[in-house]
């Protein structure tokens, strides 16, 4: 089979490869599936870099969520379990955690609606208990993570503010359905927060990017606020002031999605749930920007890293390079 390899660590359109490779054969408790569609997140970025938190041998294949098929024609949303990713015509995930995809979605839009969503979701109501009413505000709104949390957040009944950068990001954090949209790059945020909330703040803050967006998100949280640390994709890891948190009277919540799988995954099954009957009405549908074949997969990769997307970007097996399936 055709599989994207990782043999030296660094930046994704350097390191990332496409070979002519065994198929990979599963372990016990392991499936092989066939990969429909592989969604990329900043973490594929991070595994090339060697930078995530799960470190697999090389030479592995990155690609942590995929729409896949079962062998016997099932239809499913899996984690590879590395070093077998989604970028490939064949992963291999545990049996376990397979979940059916949503049939409201096609093979792109559920391979985007894994992590992305459950993070939100966990982020949202797990953590951080969002309230119909409340405001949310959600950095990177344009983003792969941030996007998934707008339309969350819209869908629980909350008025939803989203940072972005940049005009293009702006008008796409528009559509997903902000009511307020903050463009960083030509705007002040804390002031713009403050003003659009009556010098309140906001209830709840989403924070996939860390660095200054979290120091801007200690200023404009609300009395009895809850703060959720998703990620740092900006590169800098904030060191919190407790005695800040302590004179606000707000909550600084950690969500790490992954943990669930082995701490509960019962939760991982009713939060899938909750997202497939959303997605049936049509309250969330992943936004999916670009549909790349397997050949792009390494340039996408490294676009995603460089926070030049919109969006969600996908593999799609099948798909050639003029588009056509």
């Known amino acids: 089979m055709q599989a994207w390899q990782v043999h030296e660590n660094g930046e994704p359109s350097e390191v990332m490869r496409l070979e002519d490779v065994e198929t990979p054969t599963p372990g016990g408790g392991q499936v092989l599936l066939k990969v429909r569609a592989a969604n990329i997140n900043f973490p594929d970025a991070l595994l090339c870099r060697g930078q995530y938190q799960v470190r697999p041998p090389l030479p592995f294949t990155p690609g942590v969520e995929i729409c896949g098929e079962t062998e016997d024609g099932r239809r499913v949303l899996a984690n590879?379990?590395?070093?077998?990713?989604?970028?490939?015509?064949?992963?291999?995930?545990?049996?376990?955690?397979?979940?059916?995809?949503?049939?409201?979605?096609?093979?792109?839009?559920?391979?985007?609606?894994?992590?992305?969503?459950?993070?939100?979701?966990?982020?949202?109501?797990?953590?951080?208990?969002?309230?119909?009413?409340?405001?949310?505000?959600v950095h990177a709104a344009a983003g792969g993570v941030g996007s998934a949390a707008v339309q969350l957040g819209k869908?629980?009944?909350?008025?939803v503010i989203g940072v972005v950068g940049g005009a293009e990001k702006a008008a796409v954090a528009r559509e997903l359905g902000c009511d307020v949209v903050i463009d960083r790059r030509g705007e002040d945020v804390i002031a713009a927060v403050k003003q659009a909330t009556g010098g309140r703040g906001a209830d709840v803050v989403y924070?996939?990017?860390?660095?200054?967006?979290?120091?801007?998100?200690?200023?404009?949280?609300?009395?009895?606020?809850?703060?959720?640390?998703?990620?740092?994709?900006?590169?800098?890891?904030?060191?919190?002031?407790?005695?800040?948190?302590?004179?606000?009277?707000?909550?600084?919540?950690?969500?790490?999605?992954?943990?669930?799988?082995?701490?509960?995954?019962k939760l991982i099954q009713h939060c899938h749930e909750q997202l497939t009957e959303l997605?049936?009405?049509?309250?969330?549908?992943?936004?999916v920007s670009e549909r790349v074949p397997l050949g792009g997969a390494a340039a996408a990769v490294q676009r995603v890293?460089?926070?030049?997307?919109?969006g969600r970007v996908a593999v799609i097996l099948g798909l050639t390079q003029g588009g056509a399936a």
Do not use: C, M
Not at 90 to 103: F, G, R, S
Not at 222 to 245: K, Q, Y
């Open 279 to 287: 997605a049936a009405r049509g309250a969330i549908k992943p936004l």
């Open 80 to 137: 590879p379990a590395l070093p077998y990713g989604g970028f490939a015509e064949y992963a291999v995930a545990d049996a376990a955690a397979v979940l059916p995809a949503p049939e409201a979605l096609d093979d792109a839009e559920a391979a985007a609606l894994h992590i992305g969503y459950q993070t939100g979701w966990f982020g949202l109501h797990r953590r951080a208990g969002l309230e119909a009413g409340e405001t949310l505000l």
């Open 155 to 159: 869908a629980a009944g909350a008025t």
């Open 305 to 310: 890293a460089d926070g030049v997307t919109t």
């Open 207 to 265: 924070d996939p990017v860390g660095g200054e967006a979290y120091a801007q998100s200690t200023k404009v949280v609300a009395f009895e606020g809850r703060i959720v640390v998703v990620g740092f994709a900006s590169g800098t890891i904030p060191s919190p002031g407790l005695n800040h948190a302590l004179v606000k009277n707000y909550s600084i919540l950690g969500l790490h999605w992954g943990l669930y799988n082995t701490k509960n995954p």
